[in-house]
Nanobody, 125 residues
């Protein structure tokens, strides 16, 4: 079992930066990959980024490439999402998720076994 708790969301202006964190507990953190998703009102949950168990490989959604960076600290059981150049369309609830297979299915929502409760990010234009 894995428990996930996100933090760091808030209200920012377009162009600002924000750093989300997700603290994991339960199973040994370095044994599973991690991901971030987001869901805006009335829209489906969208893949944002993922990072492999060691942190050596990453995936990004097309809408965030070049602006967002995912990282992890296996000593602190934490994954981060650094978000730069925020846009109004980045407004959503952001979720961290754990334990997907690593490969094409890493981008698929249904591949993740564990989810946090979400943290709201609102970007005003």
């Amino acid at each position: 079992q894995v428990q996930l708790v996100e933090s760091g969301g808030g209200l920012v202006q377009a162009g600002d930066s924000l750093r989300l964190s997700c603290a994991a507990s339960g199973r040994t953190f370095s044994t599973y990959a991690m991901g971030w998703f987001r869901q805006a009102p009335g829209k489906e949950r969208e893949f944002v980024a993922a990072i492999s168990r060691s942190g050596g490989s990453t995936y990004y959604g097309d809408s965030v490439k070049g602006r967002f960076t995912i990282s992890r600290d296996n000593a602190k059981n934490t994954v981060h999402l650094q978000m730069n150049g925020l846009k109004a369309e980045d407004t959503a609830v952001y979720y961290c998720a754990a334990d997907p297979p690593w490969g094409l299915n890493t981008l698929v929502t249904a591949s993740y076994n564990y989810w946090g409760q979400g943290t709201q990010v609102t970007v005003s234009s």
